[in-house]
């Protein structure tokens, strides 16, 4: 009887560790999915961090005055 008590506390401890994984895996794989999604939004907020400065310089650019774009350009057209 000591054996068979054993091996049901046995199979009891192996039943609860594997529901035990079970819900760990369930778990794991909600942070990871819940990882990638975050991953994801950070990527789009760069990309348009990126699209505001491109916008940004091109509105300056086109603001500049002529003086601005004489220093900046300098001799370059005067090879004609």
């Known amino acids: 009887m000591k054996k068979n008590k054993h ?5 009891n401890q192996d039943s609860s ?7 760990n895996e ?3 794989s909600k942070l990871k999915e819940a990882k990638k999604e ?3 939004v950070e990527k789009k907020k760069e990309e348009q961090r990126q699209e505001q400065i491109r916008l940004e310089r091109k509105e300056r650019e086109k603001n500049k005055t002529f003086e ?3 220093n900046e350009y300098g001799d370059i057209g005067s090879k004609f």
């Open 17 to 23: 560790l594997s529901i035990s994984d079970a819900l």
């Open 26 to 28: 369930d778990v794991l």
């Open 38 to 40: 975050l991953a994801q």
């Open 7 to 11: 091996h049901q506390r046995k199979a």
């Open 68 to 70: 601005e774009l004489l």
